[in-house]
């Protein structure tokens, strides 16, 4: 049994000449069951308000302060004795300004960012009377990431521009927090530990760097542009996958005293063309990025209510390259786009202190390396108002690694599961195929409401693709499940109103 529904709204507002006011909120909730006692939820909720403003004759700024939200709820109530609730939610507020003044030859950008992380790592709880589960909750994580950055577009020649910029990023870990520390020289262990600190509150860790923008356009003709450039950044909240379980779970990680920023440049190109009337819209760009510090796990980790994660995670270098084609049309009965991307990202744990790195130090596929990615989407207009719209999606099936066998563990006196090097193999490629008959509004400007109704299927194919593979032992046996949420057509109606 599953379900989803979201709802969304905007409402705009001119207020004058010179002011203009946006307000915009989503929610979406997502669910499936495999019984009465086995339920997973996902919910996520998005709330902002943004002032547009103009400034003197040509300027313009934009003020925005916005709410986000995520969380996710697994139940499992098979053995009474077992029933839990595991949960995870993560919240940001944000305010950020950004200004533009547009001149002769430059086009002249600013503006600061501030954001607040309120990450909360798990829950994990008892359900029922009989359940023996004890309670446990993780600490929550605070941080606070503000930035500043300046832009400047020059347009040198009525063909060459270049667009060079600056942006400084401030991190800051905040408490109250406990928090361990460890014997120097060494990688994280849990025997390891040599102090337990507390953080009361305010910052407790601090990074900060520079990132810089650089790049350019040519127009070759009057329909064909050559574009390059490069960049350097850098990530504060990692995201750490568990996909072997039957519900692949993500959970976030703030960096902190031991949990470093990811740091990476790219660099990229791409040859850009519109047919002379610009019916049809073409490209085709490559790039290549590099990632430090980038935050995998080890062999054997445990993700999931982990008090002292930094002890299962590596800072991991890795790298990815790609190729992207896209083709689209703007203008006629029959119009839509197709994209093709080849990408990928591979890892490696090369650090000198790993005694044990995954797959013996050598690079393998990230979690979200899937090499073909096809998306198709094409909308027929038999009338203004009537129109018929199809939507193909084709993917690689994602990296996963499969148990090999069994070993008895003497020190322990157990059987445990020992598994092929990480990634080596996928899941099932992903197809979906979607088709809707469109409804577009009366064009009557006399009308106070204009509404459009959408109708169609996801998945007209059936198609089970798989949402995870996982194990479990079966008879003295190791046995795999593909686990498929939307296994069928699923109907669906979507209603819009304007005011």
């Known amino acids: 049994m599953a379900g989803f529904y979201d709802i969304g709204t905007v409402i705009s507002h001119q207020v004058n000449e010179r002011n203009a006011l946006n307000v915009y909120g989503y ?34 700024g934009n003020y925005t302060v ?47 960012k501030s954001m607040l992380y309120d990450v909360n790592p798990g829950n994990y709880e008892p359900t029922g009377d009989s359940s023996l589960v004890r309670l446990d909750r993780l600490q929550n994580e605070k941080a606070l990431e503000s930035a500043l950055y300046v832009e400047d577009q020059w347009d040198i020649t009525s063909r060459f521009s270049v667009t060079a910029g600056l942006r400084f990023a401030l991190y800051n870990a905040v408490g109250p927090r406990t928090y361990y520390a460890y014997m120097p020289g060494m990688l994280p262990y849990e025997h390891s530990i040599t102090d337990t600190l507390r953080a009361k509150g305010g910052i407790y860790k601090t990074y900060a760097g520079p990132e810089y923008r650089l790049s350019a356009r ?18 504060f909240i990692h995201k750490l996958s568990n996909t ?72 991991t270098e890795g790298y990815a390259y790609g190729i992207e084609l896209s083709v689209k049309k703007e203008t006629g009965a029959l119009n839509g786009w ?17 005694t044990n790195p995954v797959n013996n130090g050598n690079w393998y596929p990230a979690n979200h390396d899937k090499p073909h990615d096809v998306n198709i989407a094409a909308n027929y207009k038999f009338t203004q108002r009537y129109s018929f719209s199809v939507n193909l999606d084709y993917g690689t099936g ?41 409804i577009e509004p009366s064009h009557k400007l006399t009308l106070l409401t204009h509404s459009s109704v959408s109708f169609g299927v996801y998945n007209l194919t059936g198609r089970s693709n798989a949402y995870s593979i996982y194990y479990v032992s079966e008879n003295g046996g190791i046995k795999g499940y593909k686990l498929s949420i939307f296994g069928m057509p699923i109907p669906f109606l979507t209603y819009n109103i304007k005011f």
């Not at 029933?83 to 533009?100: G, R």
């Not at 990296?399 to 996928?426: E, W």
Request: no cysteine; charged share 20%.
């Open 244 to 315: 072997v379980i039957m519900s692949p779970t993500d959970t976030w990680k703030l960096s902190d005293v031991h949990v470093r920023p990811q740091k990476g440049w790219q660099v990229a190109t791409g040859l850009y063309y519109n047919t002379p009337a610009k019916v049809w819209l073409t490209s085709l760009e490559v790039y290549y990025k590099k990632m430090n510090s980038y935050l995998d796990y080890r062999s054997g980790a445990r993700l999931l209510m982990n008090h002292h994660i930094e002890t299962d995670v590596i800072n």
């Open 218 to 235: 040519y127009l070759l003709s009057d329909n064909l542009s050559v574009k390059a450039g490069f960049n350097t950044m850098q990530q």
């Open 66 to 112: 916005g709410y986000d939200h995520y969380d996710y709820e697994n139940k499992d109530a098979m053995n009474e004795s077992e029933a839990y609730k595991l949960s995870f939610n993560i919240s940001q507020l944000f305010a950020k300004a950004h200004f533009m003044f547009p001149m002769e030859q430059h086009a002249f950008n600013f503006g600061f």
């Open 27 to 60: 929610y979406s909730h997502d669910r499936f069951a495999f019984s009465d006692k086995q339920r997973y939820a996902y919910n996520s909720a998005n709330a902002s308000l943004k002032w547009r403003q103009l400034i003197g004759d040509n300027g313009m």
């Open 338 to 354: 197709a994209n093709y991307t080849y990408s990928r990202t591979l890892l490696r744990q090369s650090d000198k202190l790993i």
């Open 398 to 438: 994602r990296p996963t690694t499969i148990p090999a066998g069994k070993l008895y563990n003497h020190t322990l006196n157990t059987m445990q599961v020992y598994f092929t090097d990480r990634n080596t193999y996928r899941i099932p490629d992903y197809f979906r195929m979607d088709l809707s008959i469109n």
